[in-house]
């Protein structure tokens, strides 16, 4: 008993079995267990509470914990499966694991749709869009002109509203990824296969032109 209850004293609150957590995700027990000392590294970084706020998580992310961006409050919102304003152990393993490179594509795409449906209505409106693709710009650092980031809104409509009611439904998405493959391509993070104890960029600044932005 006494042997059991030391181990456990090692691991913080909201602390997830690994064996479980490689079950649910695409991490082995290894990648889980390297995760849990980033995870602790970066909960730890502002409030010591064990769990990871909004300021940590942009912290790990700009290393600016006040910088506010729609990019970053949207991927900050997915994380959070609990909506408490804060990630615990098992969501930040269970989103992340949406980046690794063994994740089949489909769970990749629906989480892009997430990401993108702002009021959480079931489909991506123009506005919603054009907010988003400012949004990556500014992270990126890339300055466009107002023509151009309508011509990506246009161009993504006209491709992806297949019904052309004005919006991009969950299948219509489905599609338009199906077709245009390279739009998920940031949704694959390759170093996640050999987990370190850097914090995985979510932004992509290299390689970025006007036909990638939308992801």
């Known amino acids: 008993m006494g042997c059991i209850s030391s181990k456990q004293s090692k691991h913080t609150p909201g602390y997830e079995d690994p064996v479980l957590l490689a079950s649910q995700t695409s991490f082995t027990v290894s990648e889980v267990e390297a995760l849990y000392d980033l995870f602790k590294k970066l909960s730890f970084s502002i409030i010591k509470d064990s769990l990871i706020h909004k300021e940590?998580?942009?912290l790990a992310l700009f290393?600016?914990?006040?910088?506010?961006?729609?990019?970053?409050?949207?991927i900050f919102s997915l994380f959070d499966a609990k909506r408490n304003g804060a990630i615990g152990f098992g969501d930040f393993v269970r989103a992340l694991s949406v980046f690794h490179p063994?994740?089949?594509?489909?769970?990749?795409?629906?989480f892009a749709f997430r990401l993108y449906d702002l009021?959480?209505?079931?489909s991506i409106e123009r506005v919603e869009?054009?907010?988003?693709?400012?949004?990556?710009?500014?992270?990126?650092?890339?300055?466009?002109?107002?023509?151009?980031?309508?011509?990506?809104?246009?161009?993504?409509?006209?491709?992806?509203d297949l019904n052309g009611d004005g919006k991009i439904d969950e299948d219509e998405w489905k599609e338009f990824v199906t077709q245009n493959p390279a739009i998920l391509k940031n949704m694959t993070l390759p170093y996640l296969l050999d987990i370190t104890m850097t914090f995985?960029?979510?932004?992509m600044y290299s390689e970025t032109n006007d036909t990638d932005i939308i992801i």
């Open 200 to 203: 995985p960029s979510f932004v």
């Open 102 to 110: 063994s994740t089949p594509v489909y769970e990749k795409a629906a």
């Open 119 to 122: 009021r959480h209505t079931g």
């Open 63 to 74: 290393r600016n914990s006040s910088k506010k961006n729609l990019f970053a409050d949207r």
């Open 56 to 58: 940590e998580f942009q």
């Open 129 to 160: 869009l054009k907010e988003m693709v400012l949004a990556l710009l500014s992270e990126s650092e890339l300055e466009l002109s107002e023509d151009i980031v309508e011509a990506i809104v246009d161009n993504t409509f006209k491709q992806a």
